[in-house]
């Protein structure tokens, strides 16, 4: 085994406890996400003697607690496992940060792999600890001893069961519908989605968020889109929610009818007053649609999310990173076009938010991602616009169709939302761009009320009426002048 982890510059790779050379992606898997060996059966464990492990028996978690409260070697050394767990590597291990090229360019890929190296020895420390309760667990012959005196009456674990039988299956049910969506054509595999949503099984399973069905629904929402978004990249497809062919290509975000009713009877509300439904929609709505004037209200928008993330920070967490990929997808702006920094706000919240001691820091960071997602968005609708008027101009050249006037005038009225100052970012690029979009727009109306052929003089004729009218000057000048000669020689 290798002493310490080591960094390639040369060749960008890592070089592990493993002793092998691992590429980026590869680190960032073992140890970021925590799916080496060492991180899965320590976890495996802690949620096992924890209590968070869902498929274990009332009974067997009855015993459990039984072993850890009991005066004996085993509750000292559970008390030593939570101390260590929750000191060195809980809170530790969600600042691991998630390794880029550019990290070995700009230095921190050292730093950034000898902090992850750091945390994974703690959990080296602590795996021979949980493995030790196991086998005192395994040495009790629990397997074997009646069930203990059950302080809940009959009809209470009666219901108490058939409440968690009816968890499972719903659990089960979200799961093979998301295998089912994967293994669609095109497939998609869990490490082409979306970084928080690589773990879904997991987070079905053991997160504390996913209690009920409601939960289980919204984790199995977000992967779902994540699925489908996918494949429609795959499939060289974008999807837009009021699609016709390109005419809404720069229209604001569409809400459907539940986001806007909950946003419209919240509006006037105050945010301590909400529910967490209606808070953690309007939220998502506001960051969503940020830059739209009626929607540009940043002084509410800060309000809902201070009042979110004191109440809870997991879901104020969940609900800024599905708004900034909806922002996204709206945008139509790929993950890899985003800055450094604001990939690691839409990927890594959970990290930054770890890190941020106030409110304010995380907010800072938030807020510059909105705005390049939206400059992002603002840019590509222009530049698909002006390529769409160009290639209409120039088929227009040789026959203006009835489908291509009716072409004209979608561009002409994409046009005019750069122009109408409904949002910021179309606002701001006319501005810039007013010159070359004018210009557009100008070109477009010489053929708006055309049919057929161009109605220009073609060149031939302007040429041969041209040749026509010298010829007949040329001729009345040769005729003036022997009028004059003739007139001349008389008065002679």
């Known amino acids: 085994m290798a002493k310490e982890f080591k960094i390639n510059k040369t060749t960008k790779k890592i070089i592990d406890y493993d002793d092998k050379e691992i590429s980026i992606e590869e680190y960032n898997r073992l140890y970021k996400r925590r799916q080496h060996p060492t991180w899965v059966r320590l976890q495996e464990l802690y949620d096992k003697f924890s209590g968070c492990q869902t498929d274990v028996s009332l009974t067997d978690r009855e015993r459990l607690e ?9 509750s000292k050394l559970w008390k030593d496992i939570e101390n260590k767990y929750t000191d060195e590597i809980y809170y530790k291990r969600e600042k691991i940060n998630t390794l880029w090229p550019s990290d070995f360019e700009n230095g921190k890929a050292e730093s950034f792999v000898k902090y992850g190296e750091e945390v994974f020895k703690k959990a080296q420390e602590l795996l021979p600890m949980l493995e030790q309760m196991e086998n005192h667990w395994k040495a009790t012959g629990n397997d074997t001893k009646k069930p203990l005196n059950d302080p809940l009456k009959d009809q209470d674990r009666g219901e108490l069961g058939k409440r968690a039988n009816e968890i499972e299956a719903y659990r089960k049910k979200a799961k093979q519908e998301i295998e089912d969506a994967l293994n669609q054509d095109p497939k998609i595999t869990n490490e082409e989605l979306e970084v928080a949503n690589r773990n879904w099984e997991n987070s079905i399973w053991y997160s504390l968020l ?22 429609n990249t795959k499939k060289g497809k974008r999807k837009r929610e009021n699609e016709e062919e390109n005419d809404n290509s720069n229209k604001r975000p569409k809400l459907d009818s539940q986001e806007e009713e909950n946003y419209e009877n919240s509006k006037n509300q105050v945010a301590s007053e909400l529910e967490d439904d209606k808070l953690k929609s309007s939220l998502e709505v506001l960051i969503k649609m940020e830059g739209e004037t009626d929607y540009n209200d940043k002084q509410r928008r800060e309000e ?13 967490l969940e609900t800024v990173m ?25 990927e890594e919240t959970n990290n930054i938010i770890a890190e941020a001691r106030e409110f304010e820091e995380f907010e800072a960071a938030k807020e510059e991602a909105i705005k390049e997602i939206g400059e992002l968005g603002a840019k590509n609708k222009l530049t698909s616009l002006l390529s769409w008027g160009q290639s209409t ?34 606002s701001s690029l006319y501005q810039q761009e007013k010159s070359k979009i004018d210009r557009l727009d100008s070109d477009l109306s010489t053929y ?16 041969s009426v041209s040749l026509v009218a010298v010829v007949i000057v040329a001729v009345a000048a040769v005729v003036i002048v022997r009028r004059r000669k003739r007139i001349e020689k008389i008065k002679k």
């Open 66 to 74: 039984e072993l850890k409260k009991s005066e004996t070697i085993s």
């Open 210 to 231: 996913a209690l009920g069905e409601k939960e289980i629904d919204n984790i199995k929402k977000r992967v779902l889109a994540d699925i489908e978004a996918k494949r």
């Open 304 to 316: 809902l999310e201070k009042e979110l993330w004191k109440r809870n920070r997991s879901i104020y």
């Open 322 to 346: 599905e708004a900034l990929k909806k922002r996204m997808t709206d945008a139509e702006v790929e993950l890899d076009k985003l800055s450094e920094k604001a990939k690691r706000v839409v």
């Open 393 to 426: 101009i120039k088929a227009a050249q040789k026959n203006v169709t009835e489908k291509l006037k009716k072409d004209i005038k979608k561009i002409q009225e994409q046009i005019k939302s750069f122009k109408s100052g409904t949002n910021s970012y179309l």
């Open 448 to 463: 708006s009320s055309q049919t057929g052929s161009p109605k220009k003089t073609p060149r031939g004729v302007i040429i």
